[in-house]
């Protein structure tokens, strides 16, 4: 949420003409962005790594 704040920040500061204040903000929300899509993807994977462990283990 921070980082679409930050990203609708910088297009309002492009649309006033204040280029470096929006290439500024536009880098940060990047950032945050990234972040956050990485975080939430190790957070996904340790989860299922957590879940597959917890399995009980069947007799085929």
Do not use: W, Y
């Not at 704040?5 to 910088?10: D, H, K, T």
């Not at 492009?14 to 956050?36: C, F, H, I, P, Y």
């Not at 993807?41 to 597959?52: E, G, K, P, S």
């Amino acid at each position: 949420m921070i980082a679409f704040s930050l990203a609708v920040g910088s297009f309002n500061h492009l649309e006033q003409g204040n280029l470096d204040g929006a290439v500024r903000l536009g880098r940060v929300a990047k950032m945050l962005s990234t972040v956050s899509l990485v975080g939430g993807t190790i957070i996904i994977i340790a989860c299922i790594v957590n879940l597959a462990s917890e399995c009980p283990k069947s007799d085929l």
